[in-house]
């Protein structure tokens, strides 16, 4: 069975930096692209970052600058380097990853159980 686990959540303070890690364990052909979501207090779920198989990425307009997604292939785990946090940075952070349990099998998109994020003074 696949299971994402993220770390790396945790309370910080305005203008500081933070690094979340998800790994992908279990079984699994191949993964694509790897990605982090993130879900603040009554909003909806919203795309942070991602990054394909090649190493290509894109980020959300309110984390460019600040945020740099990377990925290491040969542990199966994305990482999401954050700078100069703001108060609205606040959330659950989601990782995700799209990937071929087998090598007949469709692409199944995965998600992680979740990290939090807490900016604040």
């Known amino acids: 069975q696949v299971q994402l686990v993220e770390s790396g959540g945790g309370l910080v303070q305005p203008g500081g930096s933070l690094r979340l890690s998800c790994a992908v364990s279990g079984t699994i052909f191949s993964i694509d692209a790897m990605g982090w979501y993130r879900q603040a207090p009554g909003k909806q779920r919203e795309l942070v970052a991602v990054?394909?198989?090649?190493?290509?990425?894109n980020y959300a307009d309110s984390v460019k600058g600040r945020f740099t997604i990377s990925r290491d292939n040969a542990k199966n785990t994305v990482y999401l380097q954050m700078k100069s946090l703001k108060p609205e940075d606040t959330a659950v952070y989601y990782c995700?990853?799209?990937?071929?349990?087998?090598?007949?099998?469709?692409?199944?998109?995965?998600w992680g159980k979740g990290t939090l994020v807490t900016v604040s003074s």
């Open positions: 990054i394909t198989s090649g190493g290509s990425t």
């Open positions: 995700n990853t799209d990937g071929r349990p087998r090598p007949t099998w469709s692409v199944i998109r995965y």
